[in-house]
């Protein structure tokens, strides 16, 4: 089955620098990759995904990259404000399991 | 958007009665629902797969018999933890899948349901 690996598990940046949050998936049938934002006891809230037939996607402040040689894909998060810490979850999903597979997260926390 | 709601958000039980969780979709059917469990720091692992009117797919290591799930409705999913102890305390959180809109692949999840067995 899926196994999604992710780096770092904590990342501390200033208030104005980017954040760069890298995840790693090992089935190449895997074809959506979604990031979760979730904030301290609440669910995880989608906050950008990308399918495989694209190579990156830009919302904002966030972008998400995609490389499917090497089966990996990427959160950048520019001009950070302290209202983005939080921890982050990168996701896999093929079309051939109903399911999603996690990350083990990136707490992220961003210094004013 | 699509909102999923949970219902308790929290809740306390003594050890060895049996918790009902609520899953329910407002403004769309989802076919699909999936429940998760998470500890503290940790990320989220599936548990199992509802699909409305059949029997849930439980993943590998999740005993079927202690978490009782039930899928009657296009809106509601509901996760019984049948005789809790104290390992059972956890985050527990359900998402849904709305196979109308074009985003077939997309979770939309709730805000999870603390359960502290005591």
Redesign the interface.
């Known amino acids: 089955g899926e196994n999604v690996e992710q780096h770092p598990s904590t990342l501390s940046v200033q208030e104005g620098d980017s954040a760069v949050i890298k995840c790693t998936y090992s089935d190449s049938a895997s074809n959506y990759f979604p990031w979760y934002k979730q904030e301290l006891g609440k669910g995880p809230q989608l906050i950008i995904d990308i399918r495989s037939n694209v190579g990156e996607k830009k919302d904002q402040r966030i972008a998400v990259t995609l490389n499917k040689t090497a089966k990996h894909f990427s959160l950048h998060i520019t001009e950070t404000q302290p209202e983005d810490s939080a921890v982050y979850f990168c996701a896999a999903s093929s079309p051939f399991n109903d399911d999603m597979r996690f990350g083990a997260g990136t707490r992220l926390t961003v210094k004013p | 958007g699509a909102v999923?709601s949970?219902h308790p958000s929290r809740v306390i039980c003594k050890s060895g009665t049996s918790v009902k969780i609520e899953c329910r979709s407002l403004d769309f059917q989802a076919t699909?629902m999936?429940w998760y469990r998470q500890f503290p720091?940790?990320?989220?692992?599936?548990m199992a797969?509802s699909n409305e009117g059949s029997k849930a797919?439980y993943e590998q290591g999740v005993e079927k018999d202690k978490f009782l799930i039930n899928h009657a409705s296009l809106t509601l999913s509901t996760l019984t933890v049948t005789s809790a102890h104290p390992e059972d305390s956890s985050f527990y959180?359900c998402?849904a899948r709305d196979p109308t809109s074009g985003r077939i692949?997309?979770?939309?999840?709730?805000?999870?349901t603390?359960l502290t067995v005591t």
């Open positions: 999923v949970q699909t999936f720091k940790q990320s989220l692992m599936l797969t797919t959180i998402s692949y997309e979770q939309y999840f709730g805000p999870g603390r």
